[in-house]
């Protein structure tokens, strides 16, 4: 479900206020805990600490943020919004090409 490069926004604020809902990240890694909770680390909050599952209480040095925080963001969307600023741009283009012609 989450890959490496994804941008996800965050669904709900983190306990401790190191984001807030609809922050939106790049993941830069992932990994499972020892209970079985997938953890995210993003490119925005920096290289992952040591840290402590809130779940099982495990202890790890890949630090990392419960990933059912976030919601992936809707890659249809993403597509749809650079196709609309390409024809944007390729609209503009051709009107400056018009008048240069004319």
Do not use: W
Not at 23 to 41: E, R, S, Y
């Amino acid at each position: 479900m989450y890959k490496i490069g994804q941008q996800v926004v965050a669904i709900k604020n983190h306990s401790q206020l190191k984001f807030k809902k609809g922050d939106v990240f790049t993941i830069i890694g992932k990994h499972q805990c020892m209970c079985g909770l997938l953890k995210l680390n993003f490119a925005e909050l920096g290289l992952p600490g040591v840290s402590m599952c809130n779940s099982c209480r495990f202890v790890s040095v890949k630090g990392g943020f419960l990933a059912r925080s976030f919601a992936p963001i809707d890659s249809i969307q993403v597509s749809e919004s650079f196709s609309d600023s390409l024809i944007k741009d390729l609209e503009e283009e051709l009107n400056v090409e018009e008048l240069i012609t004319k």
